[in-house]
């Protein structure tokens, strides 16, 4: 059930320390925690301690499960601090195994030398008059034009959109940010299985290896004070094993806030494994 609150209150800003960040134990309904979840600790771990700077960009391969049952750390270090320019190495570590790591970008906006942006894809129904998505999320999500990635009957082109609601999210520096770093992770393997009917999400989380490698998410403008998203994405790539896709996210009046990409294991299980092995 959507719950923006728990998703604030996971990211509690007293657990920072200096050059690392602490989650707690969670609700252990989850045997692991999905890439998304990494990511937002990530981006909240950045943001909250460089408050006074904005996050540009996170970029992170994902290489071992992480537990909610147990406390999980973010440890960063500073590559470069700069006026201009400041990158961040983020380690996310659970009982000292590295499960993610990677870098951020933080730096300021200034006056435009030039400015354009993607044209918004084509004028979509809007979230009253989208269907709910079939989605584990701590935001309410709503399909547009009401694909379902869940339904191994449906067969589309491997692209979909989604509004994600971000009212109620605390405001908060950091939060919003880390928001979308989760849902830029959300929908990307549903993409790759929309073309092949009788391979659905349904599969992806119980009969199949389903597992986000590696993950980009770059910030444009200002993400605050919004109440939707739009989540628009395409999988470019599915085979041998692995899929790709890349997305935008737009705020309702169509401006681009953020682009996002990410890879992943799509896959049998090796002979004899399980999803719970």
Known sequence: ???????????????????????????????????????????YAVSAAFPEQELRSTHLAFVGAASPAQPLTAELSILRNGRQLISVSASVIQEDRLCAHGYAILGPQTPDVVRHQVDTPAAVPGPAESAPAVA???????????????????SAPPRWDTWVASAGLPDRPGLMEALICYEANSFLVSAAVLPHRGVSMHSAHNDLMAVITASD?????????????????????????????????????????????????????????????
């Open 217 to 277: 998410v770059v910030f444009h403008a200002s993400v605050d004070g919004l109440s939707w998203l739009r989540f628009s994405q395409e999988s470019t790539y599915a085979g041998g094993g692995w899929v790709y896709g890349r997305g935008l996210a737009f705020n309702e009046t169509g401006q681009l806030l953020a682009s996002f990409s990410e890879e992943a294991m799509l896959r049998n299980y090796p002979a004899g494994r399980t999803q719970r092995m």
């Open 136 to 154: 584990a999320n701590y935001a309410e999500v709503r399909a547009i034009d009401g694909i379902d990635p869940f339904d191994p009957d449906v």
């Open 1 to 43: 059930m959507p719950d923006l609150l728990a998703f604030a209150e996971m990211l509690d800003p007293k657990q920072l320390g200096e050059h690392e960040f602490v989650v707690p134990a969670q609700d252990q309904s989850q045997d692991f925690y999905p890439a998304g979840t990494i990511a937002a600790i990530v981006a």
